[in-house]
């Protein structure tokens, strides 16, 4: 497998959907991996662009019949990465691209750490997320708190990644962010160093 693979972490909020997007013409070709979750949709959200939404039940038997590269129950959701077209994207030498938590990060470093480049999105203070939170205004109130508190536990793995960005300018963060995406395309695996240092001696 050839391609590289760019984890990008994040409390909810942060802006991860919006600088992939700011971004995306400054990236060259990539394969966005789109998440499986058994979270309802919000409005305007699509199946099978935004995510593949299921119930609890039909995620339940991917985790079974081992579909998922790596799963987490994030504010008391099932959210996970299918295997088949990760590989698929990889095989054919593309970037892949995950919007996951920390533990999903965790999990595909630990499995593909070979081929991962991470980096952790945040707005400036806890503040800037909560206030964000609530002026995109897609989710009620309870459920903003929930993810605000569930961010300030995110914030703690912040040194678990590669590069962080500070979305303070959208501008600035997804001019960032293409650094770090161009950047990962150029991580080579175990694999195609031994083929290099291979082709170099002979
Ligand atoms: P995530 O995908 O991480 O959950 P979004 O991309 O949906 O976050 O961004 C959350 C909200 O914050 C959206 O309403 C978005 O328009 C807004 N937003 C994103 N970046 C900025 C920024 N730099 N300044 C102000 N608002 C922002
Ligand atoms: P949201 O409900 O705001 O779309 O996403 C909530 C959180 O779930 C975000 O932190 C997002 O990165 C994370 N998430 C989305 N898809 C996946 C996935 O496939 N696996 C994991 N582990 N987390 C995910």
Known sequence: MQGAILVLSGPSGAGKSTI?????????????????????????????????????????????????????????????????????????????????????????????????????????????????LYARSTDDDSIIKRRVENAKEEINAIGEFDFVIINDSVEVASAQFATIANAARLKQNREELEKIVLHWKN
């Open 20 to 132: 992939i997007n700011h971004a995306s013409s400054q990236i060259g070709e990539y394969y966005f991996s789109i998440s499986t979750t058994t979270r309802e949709p919000r409005e305007g959200e699509k199946d099978g662009v935004d995510y593949y939404f299921v119930t609890r039940e039909a995620f339940e038997e991917g985790i079974k019949a081992g579909d998922f590269l790596e799963y987490a129950t994030v504010h008391g959701n099932y959210y996970g990465t299918s295997l088949k077209p990760v590989k698929q994207a990889l095989f054919e030498g593309k970037l892949v691209i995950f919007d996951i938590d920390v533990q999903g990060h965790r999990l595909v470093r630990a499995k593909m750490g070979d081929y991962v480049t991470s980096v952790f999105i945040t707005p400036p203070t806890l503040k800037e997320l909560e206030k964000r």
